[in-house]
């Protein structure tokens, strides 16, 4: 079942929207603030997210920027705020469409209903396997023992980097560019150490090593369906 997140603090209209897209045949989270929102996201698996832009404590721009730093879900701003600046800011912030308020409750089902059967409709995603770890980089997902894990998305793909070159050493050069687009003149020398002991640490696994002088490697071998 597809889900979808709901930010938004009017409670009636948050109420309201959650039952029109529940009888869609969707499953809902509701949230009236960005800080439960985001422990929301970050227990699920979330498809899309609906989010106002005018909350309390936090701009849902903000909360937009933190949602497409962490996932491909798609990100609907419903706002009341319909300046021309307003709108390219919602953009800028990683929105897929943006919708000012008063709206057609009906033109949003129909919007959100297009954009799910395009999800339903595509081809089979990759993953990588390795023991009870899988990777989906697709969707940006990592699960061990069917658990979805708590990974940022730069350590997905720091995972990705080394999975994708299993059983071969990786350089620091070469992971700074493929995760970060850079050639490391501008990095910390840290960076790649501190990212790979927090990878390995909320992996719980010993598959990653450090080969002294030559970069990092993923130890174990890995599939790929």
Sequence with gaps: MRTILILEDDEGLNRGLSVKLEKEGYRIFSAFDADTARGIFRREHIDMVISDISLPHESGLEFGRWVRAESEAY?????????????????????????TKPFSVNVLVSKV????????????????????????????????????????????????????????????????????GLDGRFVDDNTVTVNISRLKSKLGTDCISNVRGLGYIWAKSVTKA
């Design 75 to 99: 990100l609907i701003y419903l706002t009341a705020l319909d300046t021309e600046l307003d709108i390219v800011n919602g953009y800028d912030s990683g929105a897929d469409d943006y919708i």
């Design 113 to 180: 209903n297009a954009q799910m059967r395009r999800l339903g409709g595509a081809q089979e995603k990759t993953v990588y396997r390795c023991g009870e770890l899988e990777v989906y980089p697709d969707e940006m997902r990592v699960k061990r023992d069917g658990e979805e894990l708590n990974l940022s998305r730069t350590e997905i793909k720091l995972l990705l980097c080394l999975m994708e070159n299993a059983e071969h050493i990786v350089s620091k050069e070469s992971i700074l560019e493929k995760v970060w």
